[in-house]
């Protein structure tokens, strides 16, 4: 069969590195196809090539056997190519339908036809069941009904081909499986997808074939049929990775972390945080989970001494710590993993050794009566560039020329070596490769095993899953239930993560619908 859309011997350079090296893809009419790989491997800048924002250096681009020069998205759109990005492109104040006709406004004789579009948008909403309303604001719309509106946008504009980057990074698993749904009638119709994700489970779930990139090459394409998890894991990392780890449990020691009604407006001044009660023991992860936007940013931002809270009470080890700034609370003992590493937790213009001791420089044996100690300095920073494992093994050059897995494991480093009682890690592996999660992972488990306390904030259920001993569903800026984690399946986590309750019944019942 010949393939629908081909790319042939791609190269790209990029200043100080090359993105893509004689890569060659293909896509086969009416399969949907996946793209795996860690941070940097190339599957992104290959897309955007497709797309037409990134022109190669070399290669050939073949749309059903002849050759093509793509030189802008609208020349993609033009060949039947739509994509639906990450980070949404949608017009917040303006309609769902508005949003989809802006730039391919439907005309009769000058005259805006709206109501033309409006039973476009309908039928093609019917046809591939995308649910919206077309007159209703995007800022009235759920994040998946946001998503709708993006493969509405496409579709509208004619796609036959639809790539899809990390489609459900910000959804719930219920909103996953309808996504999973529109893909399937999106096949049934003849479309053809590429789901770029770094869940290899949903990978394996929905692909027809699936291509695994590493540093810019293809290393292999497989039939769903002959692929597993292990194996993709293989072939993204070049070794054997481990990421379903668990530690057995450990006895918990006492409550470290204790937060009682505290209720606290975020920086928009709105209402975000809502009676928030929970505990965290010595020996334990306490997972918050819950869709991006729900409060957990809020949470983190009082626990930290960002943000002030309006009533409550919040203590490490019973002392009192509300409305303290950021550097008394860390003199209680608490380190912070914050959720961007490029705006909160480093500074890309100091060296990787000035951001591994950045937090301790003032503390003994690094410095005495406010006299830098170099040679301490030194020696911490290139022991901490080991132990961590931080590529390339030089804490003398700029952090802004590391990786994201590698930025990521400078602020674990830093926070863990303080030796804190409590460790807040917000989104600990965000946006990072296969192998710097697998290792991030292993050092909070490591952690938990030395009686430190921990909470866990990730969008990332399966990560929840696997490192909590108990779990705390936030929605809305409200705790809606708290779990062990052994009753927390994606289908109860789920429907607590939309905002309903957690009860033994309900999770009872549900076990038996998931059974039957």
């Excluded at 090296?21 to 992104?44: C, I, M, P, Q, R």
């Excluded at 209402?271 to 983190?300: K, R, Y």
């Excluded at 920073?381 to 030089?394: F, G, H, Q, T, W």
């Amino acid at each position: 069969m010949e393939p629908l859309v081909k790319l042939s011997g791609i190269i790209k350079q990029f200043p100080n590195v090359i993105a893509l090296k004689e890569v060659d893809f293909s896509l086969l009419e009416g399969e949907v196809h996946s793209l795996v790989g860690e941070n940097g491997a190339g599957k992104s800048t290959l897309m955007n090539v497709l797309y037409g924002v990134i022109q190669p250096d070399m290669g050939d681009i073949f749309i059903r056997g002849e050759k093509q020069i793509i030189n802008s998205a609208r020349d993609a759109m033009s060949f039947g190519i739509g994509m639906v990005h990450q980070e949404f492109m949608l017009a917040p104040t303006m309609t769902v339908l508005e949003n989809i006709i802006l730039g391919f406004e439907p005309n009769n004789r000058s005259v805006l036809d709206y109501d033309h579009a409006f039973n476009k948008i309908t039928e093609l909403s019917r046809e591939y069941g995308l649910a919206v309303r077309p007159d209703s604001k995007i800022m009235d719309n759920s994040v998946g009904e946001a998503q709708r509106v993006e493969i509405l946008k496409a579709l509208y504009r004619g796609a036959e081909v639809l790539i899809l980057d990390e489609p459900t990074a910000v959804l719930t698993p219920q909103e996953t499986d309808d996504l999973f749904k529109v893909i399937d009638t999106l096949k049934q119709h003849g479309k053809t997808v590429i789901f770029i994700s770094h869940k290899l489970q949903e990978v394996m779930e929905i692909s027809d074939r699936i291509t695994v990139m590493r540093d810019g090459k293809v290393q292999g394409t497989l039939d769903v049929a002959d692929a597993t998890k292990e194996k993709l894991a293989m072939l993204m990392v070049g070794r054997e990775v481990f990421l379903n780890i668990k530690a057995p449990s450990t006895k918990t020691g006492p409550v470290v972390l204790n937060v009682q009604g505290v209720s606290a407006k975020g920086r928009r001044k709105l209402s975000e945080l809502t009676d928030i009660s929970f505990q965290v023991h010595a020996g334990e992860i306490l997972g918050i989970a819950g869709v991006d936007g729900n409060g957990q940013s809020e949470l983190v931002e009082v626990l930290t001494g960002l943000s002030k809270i309006e009533q409550g009470e919040i203590t490490i080890l019973g002392t009192p710590i509300a409305n303290l700034s950021p550097g008394e609370i860390r003199k209680r003992r608490v380190a912070h993993i914050p959720e961007d590493r490029n705006t909160s937790g480093l500074c890309k213009e100091m060296t990787v050794g000035e951001n591994l001791i950045a937090t301790t420089l003032d503390n003994p044996p690094l410095s005495k009566h406010r006299v830098i100690k170099f040679q301490e300095v030194n020696t911490l920073a290139s022991k901490l560039v080991k132990e961590y494992d931080i590529r390339p093994a030089n804490h003398r050059i700029r952090t802004e020329n590391l990786s994201g897995g590698n930025k990521q494991k400078v602020i674990v480093a830093r926070e863990v070596s303080e030796d804190a009682d409590l460790l807040i890690a917000a989104h600990p592996t965000r946006g990072v490769d296969i192998g710097s999660i697998e290792f991030i992972r292993s050092i909070l488990l490591s952690q938990r095993e030395q009686g430190k306390a921990i909470l866990l904030v990730s969008a990332d259920l399966e990560e929840i899953m696997s490192l909590s001993d108990r779990i705390a569903v936030m929605y809305e800026g409200k705790i809606v239930g708290i779990l062990p984690a052994t009753d927390g399946n994606e289908r109860v986590l789920g429907l607590m993560m939309a905002g309903g309750g957690y009860d033994e019944t309900a999770k009872r019942k549900e076990d038996e619908v998931v059974e039957a």
